[in-house]
């Protein structure tokens, strides 16, 4: 039970940090730090659901902004859960890996001034739809 409360944790900090954290964070020195791999993962719900129906619809919106989100969560706290229970003694070493992967963080500026900015992140979407 507490490695699947490890990986929810995790779960719901990467999508903070996936889905937000370019949003609500322009006061610091990195200006709209953006965590490529986790904003990628938040945004592909937007990317292929656009494919289907205008992205500005309510049903795409639906699907991208909240059903999306939920399961990208709980599928990260299934599969990390089942990786720390299957491992136990690698435990560290699996947390330490997702700590990391939290901190790979490349500033706002630089990813909308490089090839980079055709990676369909969360924050890019919101920001193109609205």
Not at 38 to 63: M, P, Q, Y
Not at 106 to 118: D, Q
Request: aromatic share 16%; with cysteine.
């Amino acid at each position: 039970m507490a490695n699947y409360l490890i990986s929810g944790s995790f779960a719901l900090v990467s999508a903070f940090v996936g889905m937000f954290l370019p949003m609500v964070s322009t006061a610091v020195p990195i200006q709209r730090p953006t965590n490529l791999l986790l904003g990628f993962v938040s945004g592909l719900g937007w990317f292929f659901a656009g494919f289907i129906d205008d992205v500005i619809s309510r049903h795409v919106e639906t699907f991208g902004s909240i059903i999306w989100p939920i399961v990208v969560i709980l599928m990260v706290t299934y599969f990390l859960g089942r990786q720390v229970s299957d491992y136990p003694d690698r435990r560290f070493v699996i947390v330490l890996c997702c700590i990391f992967l939290l901190f790979l963080i490349v500033p706002g500026g630089w990813a909308a001034n490089t090839p980079l900015k055709y990676i369909p992140t969360y924050s890019s979407i919101l920001l193109a739809v609205y």
